[in-house]
């Protein structure tokens, strides 16, 4: 009887034989927590989490920066859609505000790891990963335009600079958002209670000057 060991072979010990992109991007985000941020991972121990050798991550993404972008991205279209999908439920400016702020509020408080992702990244990642969530938050502004001019044509209120104002909302929510992070649960109910306020807060100074401009241009002419 032969007392060689038998040959290891590729995929066994762990390790599986096929490992595909959405297989490397689950790795990455059960590695990943609250205060866990993308910068910090390295490639060796998703490879070791996703079951794969380290050199087969290269066949998926070129280095960690675009396995961090693409979590960012993934992100990113999540959010949008369930924002978009309680925009769709809200009926008026106020629900509206309501609907999307607790929408919003709802996936952080479940410590959702893509939008911590989001939220983290763009302070604390590196170049890529800041241009890769200024591009999320510019597919936000221009959803959140939209929908303000929309709003704006039937409620007759006027709309002042409907880019700049969606830009000014979407920042407040994303940077307040990235606070209520570290708030304990206490504390959430007040905290999405502010940021409804200021929002409506900025709604309120949009219709206002919109007047104002509308006033100016009735008399200039």
């Known amino acids: 009887m032969s007392s060689q060991k038998p040959t290891v072979q590729p995929g066994s010990a762990g390790r599986k034989q096929h490992i595909s992109r959405d297989d490397i991007i689950d790795a990455a985000l059960k590695l990943l927590g609250p205060n866990r941020s993308v910068s910090t991972l390295s490639l060796r121990e998703v490879a070791r989490e996703a079951g794969m050798a380290p050199n087969s991550f290269y ?10 972008v693409a979590l960012i991205d993934l992100a990113g279209a999540s ?24 929408a919003f509020m ?17 302070t604390v990642g590196s170049a890529a990963f ?45 940077a307040m958002g990235a606070t209520a992070l570290d708030l304990p649960p206490e504390q959430h109910q007040e905290f999405n209670r502010q940021i409804v306020v200021m929002v409506r807060m900025v709604i309120s100074g949009t219709q206002v000057l919109a007047k104002g401009q509308a006033d100016n241009a009735a008399v200039q002419g």
């Open 59 to 68: 066949r998926h993404f070129r280095d960690m920066d675009e396995l961090a």
């Open 106 to 122: 709802a996936r952080l408080h479940a410590d959702d790891p893509l939008l911590h992702i989001f939220l983290r990244e763009g």
């Open 130 to 174: 800041k241009q890769a969530v200024e591009r999320q938050l510019n597919f936000f502004e221009d959803e959140l335009r939209l929908d303000l001019i929309s709003l704006a044509s039937v409620k007759k209120t006027g709309l002042y600079e409907p880019a700049l104002t969606a830009k000014a909302i979407t920042r407040l929510v994303f």
């Open 79 to 102: 959010l949008r859609q369930i924002i978009g999908e309680a925009r769709q439920r809200a009926r008026s400016e106020h629900s509206v505000v309501q609907s999307c702020t607790d």
